[in-house]
């Protein structure tokens, strides 16, 4: 078995340069052998292990993944192993097979290397062969790119997705029409060659209404059926009211196929049609390929095996200019709400997605409801039910975006294996905050993201940009990164550094990343996945629990709509919140126990609703809905309700039980545990009232984000700074479930746990001070002071009954630690310094000397040069030396300006000969750009936490003369802006390197 280094093993630099580095298709042994190990082993990810166990050497499971983009078949067996083995040794978990070619300038061949062609599946045979080797998993895109789509069909099948097509003819009052009813205001779509009448109805226009209107106003009670008088798509129809000076809409309705095909083709040969996610002939169409065209024994062996991830399925982008339909929607209109919607087809219908006629703004929104809400019904039952029955009986998971239409995404995500949002398309974290509240009342474990994107990014985007951006989706409920994403290395017509999926995008920059050893930050990139593998191991560890339970009428996400108050202030002063929906209610049946509703997760103190959000804040609730809220009060749930509700209406058309709906609402109001404010501005009022507050709480308004996970002898908190420019530095209040908690801190960068001395015990809580720089993370656990005497830092331990009596309250010192099994008072000046112990005591402690702080200027820099070479996966190294006497961007250091690659900074410090073990030293690096890495006297440290440029080189320090190297790797802009100036030269130049200013920063410490 391979070792496995321990995190102080691994390396914090150490990639030793070779004058050639041949990428994807030209890999070297020798240059595969300098990319970094993996986070574990297979066997060791694939045991049973303890949170610390996970913690230090995260499974696969809790590993961060790739979007794997292939220009189709054309792709190499061996190459796709390679790219196996670049991921897995890189410690990330899993890779997505994903059909993307946007960038490619020749034509690629659907026929012969298309999607599910001969190459295209022993590829992906490949690439489940070599992954069951190094245990991590593939995940399946369940088509060819997006929407969901195959190419057994046309789109005169009724399995392909529809549309309802309108036309209009307006005649004035006694006018006469007669021969062909009005086409449609839309063309058809590609390949769309018949169609069926669905309907014909005329409405008199309203007064005052023209057919020029934006949207046309129209007299609903005027309607008119007039499909029965059709002969051969022909009318004779006299329109009424002759001489009145009335106008008449004439509309006939057409069923037909849309003709969508998947995001970016030609995929397949022959075209691929998106499939009617709205029918259960859709989905069968998919299943029915996979199983007929897909699925070879191999293929379907391997998928079973431990290799196979999950069916992945992506937004729901159905793009028609007329109106989504499904066959037989009437039916299931009639089935779901006990009404017909014929009558309302006119403010149904659609043009650009832009409503055409209205009955009136009441009639309009309630209709629409109606009609969006049966199609998240349809969605849920004929489209995610029967896939994910399928794909489980493959041995798979089923993974989806569950957004891209006005539909109850919220529920969705409780329904399927795991929901999935974007760093790209989401408006903010509450986007991910309405999915996390499926999630967690569905009882299922993962919440990813699409993570990282961004557009006009490509070869400039900065890991550490990307880690800021998921440590803050982490604490809305992500525990899963899918970064977008890993270009295969090759494609016809591809440029240095290779095939790159969206960039070009059409003509320009496009979106990032196309992650990968193309890229000079991959020599640090196991550092890197070590956080998101750490951070998201113990976000999958034990039950979420939330303070807040937002109640949206609709579960729509993808909006950016937030939460008043709890989005903004609210999450300043420690709350945290989730969104739940009316159906999310209904499907799960969460209970009420000790006030908290979800007791075993995850377990809402308070739920809040408003009026609904996507109709100007109308104080619309279904009935089901009020007499839950009605048992939740009355079991002991604390409800704050905002708004006037004196007169609640039911969303839909039916208002047949309002005056119920009344009385439910005013036996809500009377409940003790609910309390009612005016407006979203009195929510802290209304707090107040309920001796509302949340579980974790800052000492001041705070740019902290956070999350909390719970089990029975373990409390975890994971914090981010969501700030870009402000430090946290302050004390947080810990809810403490757990008898004699104490706090540790857990490093996610190195995966060392370390006890916390200096907090405070209150009444069932913890006080402990975070500190954090901007963009950084960190996790505090709450648990028995035992859990040291096993899972302490690498070295000697406390003894658990030493460490539970040493609580300290506060220091004048700059803190009070553990290191190397002992408490010590640690201070960046000399002098002597008082501790308050939590039994009332003090200790004195002296520090005798400390050095100066310490300029380090002066550097020797060399450069790995990174440069096309003689094929489009091929990069020349050449090597740069220079002497700084002082540190700037290398654009400002001659040969430089439009380098790319990795920098070596080596300088000497003498610290003089009376450096003893008392004294040590933090190294400020001040500005570095990207990724960097430490080495000290030839010691690589452990991983960097690389938002935090203070790292603690105390240990490695000795009397006299020191050696420190800090290697540092970019982007590539600098270097494309020169190579392809017609596509990156409006990207303006990265400051690139160390750029500090660098200080040895000098403290003493003595022991407690």
């Known amino acids: 078995m391979p070792h496995t280094p321990s995190p102080t093993e691994r390396p914090c630099s150490g990639f030793t340069p070779t004058r050639r580095l041949f990428l994807g298709l030209g890999t070297t042994a020798a240059a595969a052998a300098a990319l970094p190990a993996a986070l574990g082993t297979p066997a060791a990810a694939a045991a049973p292990q303890a949170f610390t166990g996970g913690f230090e050497a995260p499974a696969a499971t809790a590993r961060a993944k790739f979007r794997?983009?292939?220009?189709?078949?054309?792709?190499?067996?061996?190459?796709?192993?390679?790219?196996?083995?670049?991921?897995a040794d890189a410690g990330f978990g899993g890779m997505e097979v994903a059909d993307v070619h946007h960038s490619s300038s020749e034509s690629l061949d659907p026929g012969g290397h298309g999607w599910g062609t001969g190459p295209w599946r022993q590829a992906v045979e490949a690439a489940l062969s070599r992954a069951e080797e190094r245990g991590i998993v593939v995940d399946m895109t369940i088509g060819p790119s997006w929407p969901a789509a195959v190419p057994s069909l046309t789109p005169q099948d009724r399995a392909a997705v529809r549309e309802l097509a309108h036309g209009v003819r307006y005649l004035a009052s006694g006018e006469e029409t007669s021969g062909a009813l009005p086409e449609p205001v839309a063309e058809p779509g590609h390949g769309v060659e018949s169609r069926e009448l669905f309907a014909v109805q005329a409405v008199r226009l309203a007064e005052g209404a023209s057919p020029e209107d934006r949207r046309t106003a129209l007299e609903a009670d005027t309607l008119q059926d007039l499909t029965a008088s059709v002969r051969d798509e022909e009318l004779s129809w006299t329109a009424p009211g002759e001489g009145d000076g009335s106008t008449w809409a004439l509309i006939a309705y057409w069923e037909r196929g849309s003709g969508q095909r998947p995001e970016g083709g030609p995929h397949t040969e022959p075209v691929s049609y998106v499939v009617d996610h709205f029918s259960s002939a859709g989905a069968q169409a998919v299943i029915d390929f996979w199983e007929e065209n897909v699925l070879t024994s191999r293929i379907r062996s391997l998928l079973q095996g431990p290799a196979g991830g999950a069916v992945f399925e992506d937004s729901i982008e159905m793009e028609t200019d007329a109106t989504l339909w499904t066959h037989d929607l009437p039916s299931a209109f009639e089935g779901h709400h006990g009404y017909d919607p014929v009558p309302y087809l006119p403010v149904l219908v659609r043009v650009d997605e832009d409503q055409v006629f209205s009955f009136d703004p009441d009639t309009d929104r309630r209709a629409l409801n109606d009609f969006n809400d049966l199609l998240s019904q349809l969605y849920i039952d004929h489209h995610i039910a029967p896939i994910q029955e399928w794909a489980h009986g493959l041995g798979m998971d089923y993974r989806i975006q569950p957004y891209g239409l006005q539909t109850d995404a919220v529920a969705k995500a409780a329904v399927v294996d795991t929901a999935e949002g974007e760093s790209l398309g989401f408006k903010n974290l509450d986007d991910f905050r309405s999915l996390a509240g499926g999630r967690d009342l569905g009882g299922k474990k993962v919440l990813s993201s699409e993570a990282g994107a961004v557009y006009g990014g490509s070869y400039s985007t900065t890991w550490q940009q990307t880690v800021r951006t998921i440590a803050r989706e982490y604490s809305a409920g992500v525990n899963m990164a899918v970064l977008h994403g890993f270009s295969y290395a090759d494609a016809p017509g591809a440029q240095w550094p290779g095939f790159a999926a969206f960039t070009p995008y059409g003509g320009g920059v496009g979106y990032s990343e196309s992650w990968g050893p193309r890229h000079p930050t991959w020599q640090h990139v196991s550092d890197v996945s070590g956080f998101f593998a750490r951070a998201q191991h113990t976000l999958q560890s034990g039950t979420s629990t939330i303070d807040v339970a937002f109640l949206r009428q609709k579960g729509y996400a993808g909006s950016g709509?937030?939460?008043?108050?709890?989005?903004?202030?609210?999450?300043?002063?420690?709350?945290?919140?989730?969104?739940?929906?009316?159906?999310?209610?209904?499907?799960?049946?969460?209970?009420?126990?000790?006030g908290r509703l979800a007791p075993e997760g995850p377990a809402y103190g308070l739920l809040v609703f408003e009026g609904d959000a996507f109709s100007g804040r109308l104080p619309t609730m279904e009935l089901d809905t009020a007499r839950r809220m009605v048992d939740y009060a009355r079991s002991g749930l604390k409800i704050l309700i905002v708004g006037d509700w004196s007169a609640p209406q039911e969303p839909g058309t039916d208002q047949s039980s309002a005056e119920e709906l009344v009385r439910a609402m005013e036996e809500l109001l009377a409940e003790p545990s609910v309390h009612r404010v005016d407006s979203r501005e009195d929510i802290p009022d209304g707090?107040?009232?309920?001796?509302?507050?949340?579980?974790?709480?800052?000492?001041q308004g705070s740019a902290l984000l956070h999350a909390r996970r719970r089990d029975d002898e373990l409390e975890l908190y994971y914090f981010t700074n969501g700030s870009d420019d402000e430090t946290v530095d302050h004390r947080v209040t810990l809810p403490a479930d757990i008898d004699h908690a104490y706090p540790f801190a857990l490093d996610l960068w190195s995966g060392r746990i370390t006890p916390l001395p200096e907090h405070t015990r209150g009444d069932g809580t913890v006080d402990v001070g975070v500190r954090l720089a901007p963009g950084a993370s960190t996790v505090i656990a709450l648990a028995p002071p035992s859990w040291t005497a096993s899972h302490g830092e690498p070295g000697r331990k406390m003894p658990p009954g030493r460490l539970k009596k040493l609580r300290v309250d506060g220091t004048d010192a700059d803190e009070v630690r553990v290191e190397g099994g002992k408490?010590?008072?640690r201070a960046s000046s000399a002098g002597t310094y008082t501790t308050a112990l939590s039994d009332g005591s003090t200790a004195s402690t002296a520090i005798d000397s400390v050095g100066e702080p310490v300029d380090l200027a002066s550097w020797e820099l060399e450069v790995e040069d990174w440069r096309p070479g003689g094929s489009a996966t091929d990069t020349e190294v050449v090597l740069h030396e220079h002497s700084l006497s002082s540190l700037v961007p290398w654009q400002e250091i001659e040969g430089l300006a439009d380098t790319s690659g990795i920098g070596r900074y080596t300088t000497t410090v003498d610290l003089g000969e009376g450096w003893t073990g008392g004294h040590g030293a933090r190294l400020d690096l001040g500005g570095v750009s990207d990724t960097f890495r430490v080495t000290v006297n030839g010691t690589d440290l452990p991983p960097c936490d690389q938002q935090d440029t203070v790292v603690d080189i105390g240990p490695w320090l000795r009397g006299g003369s020191n050696t420190i190297q800090v290697?540092?790797?970019?982007?590539?802009?600098?270097?494309?802006?020169?190579?392809?100036?017609?596509?990156?030269?409006?990207?303006?130049?990265?400051?690139?390197?160390?750029?500090?200013?660098?200080?040895?920063?000098?403290?003493?410490?003595?022991?407690?």
């Open 68 to 87: 794997w983009w292939w220009p189709h078949g054309l792709v190499d067996p061996q190459e796709v192993a390679r790219e196996i083995d670049h991921a």
């Open 823 to 825: 408490a010590v008072v």
């Open 561 to 594: 709509f937030g939460a008043a108050y709890f989005s903004k202030e609210g999450v300043r002063h420690g709350w945290t919140h989730q969104f739940v929906s009316p159906r999310l209610l209904r499907i799960t049946e969460p209970r009420v126990e000790g």
């Open 687 to 699: 707090l107040a009232a309920l001796d509302a507050r949340p579980a974790v709480s800052y000492s």
């Open 967 to 1008: 290697e540092v790797a970019t982007t590539l802009i600098n270097r494309m802006r020169a190579f392809r100036p017609d596509v990156y030269g409006d990207v303006s130049r990265q400051d690139y390197g160390l750029l500090g200013p660098v200080r040895l920063l000098p403290y003493g410490q003595a022991e407690l």
